[in-house]
């Protein structure tokens, strides 16, 4: 996985978040990818050290995260990750990332990092934890901490992040489990949910109306996700956050949804715990704009 994402940024693994800490502090970073939990802190921690590194650069903060590790994913959003991303999707899902990121940091930031028809690389700074599914990184792409960076004091409490706003999400799907799970969420989070049955219908009611998020499922009659995806984002005026429910797992799947705007993957099954991570991303994301 390493070796692939490092032919599209420049990337540093760091062993552990104190390693990270350092890096962050003597050289420049873009973002951050971090499991959720390491050996020496969680990411929430790591998360809130950065936020409070005076007068620098925004740094997008994502959190890799397995099944088990949604509450500790969860936490780290609420301490000022920017995504949340699921280490069981493919190296494909995780590469479509990359343009999220650039918006992330194109929106905090306002640098020029997204090109028509080029993507410019990102320094990133990747934690994978001793035993997870991304630790197998080669021996070309290990690092040492740079001698010269200062041990920094890791904050005991966390600055209370911005209340996020209230949005409204549109749900496409033939199934009717899924948007009912999405709508209960969303409704906890307090945001306005609206149901599509199918992808005609869901780009009918996208045309007449303003939304913020759009969850659709990929396969569905009468027009996919992914075509969805596209025709939504020739409506003027609309930009929404758009995420995609999924049990594909081949690349060029991916690669596909990527192409015409997809922003984030949930995989099926979904469950709540997913949702509200996803929407959360969302939120902060929407905020950004």
Known sequence: MLSTLSAQTEL?????????????????????LCDAVLDDMSAAQLCVWLR?????????????YESK??????????????????LELST?????????????????????????GRTEKVSLAMLPRAGSSVQNRPSELSVA????????AQPLNAPKPAP????????????????????????????????????RQGFQLASQSRFDIIISDWMMPHLTGPELCRR?????????????????YGTENYLEASQVGVDNYLTKPI???????????????????
Request: glycine letters at 6%.
């Open 52 to 64: 409070l590194i005076p007068a620098a650069p925004y740094v997008y903060f994502g959190v890799l």
């Open 145 to 152: 901490a740079p001698a010269a960076a200062p041990s920094p």
């Open 164 to 199: 996020l706003p209230s949005l409204h999400i549109l749900c496409v799907d033939d199934e009717p489990l899924y948007p009912e799970l999405v709508r209960l969420v969303a409704e906890k989070l307090g945001h306005r949910c609206t149901v599509a049955h199918d992808g």
């Open 92 to 116: 494909a899902a995780l590469l479509a990332s990359l343009p999220r990121i650039q918006r992330v940091l194109q929106s905090h930031r306002r640098i020029e990092t997204l090109r028509t």
């Open 12 to 32: 540093r693994v760091a062993a552990n978040g104190m390693e990270a800490q350092h890096w962050l502090l003597a050289e420049p970073i873009d973002g951050v």
């Open 69 to 86: 590790q949604r509450a500790e994913a969860l936490t780290a959003m609420g301490a000022g990750a920017d995504d949340s991303i699921e």
């Open 232 to 248: 939504v984002r020739t409506l003027p005026g609309a930009s929404p956050y758009f995420i995609l429910l999924t049990t594909l």
């Open 271 to 289: 469950e709540p715990a997913k949702v509200e991570l996803a929407l959360l991303a969302a939120q902060r994301a929407v905020s950004a704009t």
